[in-house]
Nanobody
Framework: QVRLVESGGGSVQAGGSLRLSCTVS??????????MGWFIQAPGKEPEGREG???????????YYTDSVIGRFTISRDNAKNSLYLQMDSLKPEDTGMYYC?????????????????WGRGTQVTVSS
């Protein structure tokens, strides 16, 4: 079965950096064919309230970002390692939340929850002021 495992979360002060990683296993097809994304569930919000942070599509590795992270976050992937990354710089307290790695196998816009076919369990990011 498909499994996504995130790592790299933690607690940092505003202005700091973190690098999230996600490793995908259990695939019956090439990881390189997948569209992948990162979502955030802010404190106090239900899973239905998760929001898209960034996505990376194949072919061409096109990238998409929510407006609030443009210029601060960078999504990337290593297909040889079945891995997805999110480099988070200039972190702000409003970036606090649980970050989820996701396979975007459904239709619709990249940031729609209906686009997600598999979720990881999440990694917590806490940014203090």
């Amino acid at each position: 079965q498909v499994r996504l495992v995130e790592s790299g979360g933690g607690s940092v002060q505003a202005g700091g950096s973190l690098r999230l990683s996600c490793t995908v296993s259990g695939l019956s097809y090439a990881y390189s064919t997948l569209n992948m994304g990162w979502f955030i569930q802010a404190p106090g919000k239900e899973p239905e309230g998760r929001e898209g942070v960034a996505a990376i599509y194949n072919p061409g590795s096109y990238t998409y970002y929510t407006d609030s992270v443009i210029g601060r976050f960078t999504i990337s992937r290593d297909n040889a390692k079945n891995s997805l990354y999110l480099q988070m710089d200039s972190l702000k307290p409003e970036d606090t939340g649980m970050y989820y790695c996701a396979v975007l196998g459904g239709g619709g816009r990249w940031s729609d929850l209906t686009a997600v076919t598999y979720w990881g369990r999440g990694t917590q990011v806490t940014v203090s002021s």
